[in-house]
C-alpha cells in the first residue's frame, strides 16, 4: 500500500460529485508503488453502484500524464481490459487534488495472482499479443524506455564491480538493438493484473510505463516476474505458457533479441528499486526489494553468458 497524499471523506465526496457519484466507503489500495491510491465504493445519482479508483499522481504533471490518458482510452476502445479515465461533469477526464493531477477509473473486477500457474501466464503471453497489435500512433507522445533505461544507468555506480561491467557490456549490445514500434506496457507485473474466480484475465492497470519498444522486452519483463520461482530462477513451464500463448494470440518475436531483453528488463527493475522510493516516505511499502532483481540479473546474465561471448 501505498499513499503520500491525504485525503478525509469529505474531499473525496466533494471530488466525487464532480463524476455525479455519492461516495459509500473508501480504503487505499494496497498493492503500488508511486502514486496514492484509493478504492472507492460508491453510487450513481440512481442509487446502482459503480465502483472506482482514484488515482493521485506524485511525480507526473498533467502535461506528462495527458498521452497515457488518451492511450488508454484508445486501448479500452480497442476492446482490451484497462481502466480508461472516467470523465467529470465538465467533460475532463483529469483533475486537481490536493495540487496534483488526479484520474478517476473504473474498478476492475477482479483479484491479482501472485501464485501463477501455466494457464495464467498464457493468458498474460496472450494479452500482450493484443496490445501489442494496437495502434502505434497511441503512443507515439509516451516517454520511451532507451532513455529511461538511459538515466537508471547513471545509476550502475551502486552495483558491485562485476555486476557493474557485465552491465555495462550487455547495454552496449543492447543500444545495437533497434527500438521497435510495437505498444508495450513496460511494467507488466503480477499486481498490474487482475483474475476473476475462474482464473479469466479480466483486467490490465498501470500502465504509466507504456511506450513503443520491441515487443520482445515487453515479453522480458513480464517473463522476469511471471516465469521464475521465489529465488528468481527461471520456471520453463511458466515461460513456455507465456510464450505459446503470445504466439498462439498471433505475436511475432525474435528468440534472439528476447534473450538479451530478459536481462535488460532485470537490471533495469534491478536499478529502478535501487533508486526508487523508500518505504518511510509514504503510508505504505516504498520501492520493492532490488535483491530479488539482483538474483534475476545474475540468472539471467549467466544463461545468455553460455550462449554468447559477452
Ligand atoms: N482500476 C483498478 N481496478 C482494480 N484495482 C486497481 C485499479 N487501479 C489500481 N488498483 C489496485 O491498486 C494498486 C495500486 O495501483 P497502481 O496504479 O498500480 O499504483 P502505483 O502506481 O502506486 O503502483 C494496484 O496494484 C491494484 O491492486
Ligand atoms: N513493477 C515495478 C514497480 C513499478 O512501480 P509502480 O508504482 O509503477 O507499480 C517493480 O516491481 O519494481
Redesign the pocket.
Known amino acids: 500500500m501505498?499513499v503520500y497524499t491525504r485525503l478525509d471523506d469529505d474531499e473525496l465526496s466533494s471530488l466525487l460529485a464532480e463524476y455525479d457519484l455519492r461516495l459509500e466507503a473508501s480504503k487505499a489500495a494496497p498493492?503500488?508503488?508511486?502514486?496514492s491510491t484509493w478504492l472507492i465504493s460508491a453510487r450513481d445519482q440512481g442509487g446502482a453502484p459503480r465502483p472506482v479508483v482514484l488515482t493521485v499522481f506524485e511525480r507526473f504533471s498533467e502535461a506528462t500524464l495527458s498521452p497515457y490518458l488518451t492511450l488508454l482510452t484508445t486501448l479500452a476502445r480497442g476492446g482490451l481490459p484497462v481502466p480508461a479515465p472516467l470523465t467529470d461533469r465538465a467533460g475532463h477526464c483529469m483533475r486537481q487534488v490536493a495540487g496534483k493531477p488526479a484520474v478517476l477509473v473504473p474498478w476492475l473486477s477482479g483479484r491479482h495472482c501472485f501464485r501463477p500457474e501455466a494457464e495464467h501466464c498464457r493468458q498474460v503471453g496472450a494479452m500482450l499479443a493484443a496490445l501489442h497489435r494496437q495502434p502505434a500512433d497511441s503512443a507515439r507522445a509516451l516517454p520511451n524506455e532507451r532513455a529511461r533505461l538511459a538515466d537508471f544507468a547513471e545509476h550502475l555506480c551502486r552495483l558491485g564491480d562485476d555486476d557493474r561491467h557485465h552491465a555495462r557490456r550487455l547495454l552496449r549490445y543492447w543500444r545495437k538493438v533497434p527500438p521497435g514500434d510495437a505498444v508495450i506496457h513496460g511494467?507488466l507485473?503480477r499486481?498490474?493484473v487482475l483474475f476473476n474466480d475462474s482464473g479469466r484475465l479480466t483486467g490490465v492497470l498501470?500502465f504509466?510505463?507504456a511506450c513503443l519498444e520491441r515487443p520482445e522486452y515487453d515479453l522480458a519483463v513480464a517473463l522476469n516476474?511471471w516465469a521464475v520461482s521465489a529465488e528468481g530462477r527461471p520456471v520453463p513451464r511458466r515461460e513456455a505458457a507465456l510464450l505459446a500463448g503470445y504466439r498462439d494470440a498471433g505475436g511475432v518475436y525474435e528468440a534472439g533479441v528476447l534473450e538479451l531483453a530478459l536481462v535488460v528488463a532485470a537490471l533495469r527493475?534491478w536499478l529502478?528499486?535501487l533508486v526508487?522510493p523508500v518505504s518511510g516516505d509514504a503510508e505504505g511499502q516504498g520501492?520493492?526489494d532490488p535483491a530479488e532483481?539482483s538474483r534475476i540479473f545474475g540468472y539471467r546474465f549467466e544463461a545468455l553468458s553460455q550462449r554468447y561471448e559477452l
Open positions: 501505498s498493492h503500488g508503488i508511486e502514486n511494467d507485473f499486481d498490474n498501470d504509466y510505463n516476474d527493475f529502478s528499486r526508487g520501492s520493492k532483481y
